[in-house]
């Protein structure tokens, strides 16, 4: 499950997420949100959390995730990942 954080500056996009994350997480929560900010910012940042609790990600969603992340290549200007989960320390 991937939900959204408030806070932030319009053009970062914060998320967390817990337990399975899904196909179904980037169609209703990510993908909207990346469109949503690619058309109103030139440049957009991610803050993305994945807690302790993350269980893992659909191979569907992680193909969504390349797509969001190659569709706006030019438009990231940074990227943080912040996690606990060794794996995905040492992947990123």
Known sequence: ??????????NILAFVCHGQVTKA???TVIIPAAEKAAKAHEKIRLYYEIGKEFAGIE?????EDFKV???HWSQWERIAVVT?????????
Do not use: R
């Open 84 to 92: 606990d989960v060794d794996w995905i320390k040492y992947a990123v």
């Open 69 to 71: 992340g190659v569709g």
């Open 25 to 27: 997480d980037y169609d």
């Open 59 to 63: 191979h569907a969603a992680m193909w």
């Open 1 to 10: 499950m991937i939900e959204t954080l408030s806070g932030f500056p319009a």
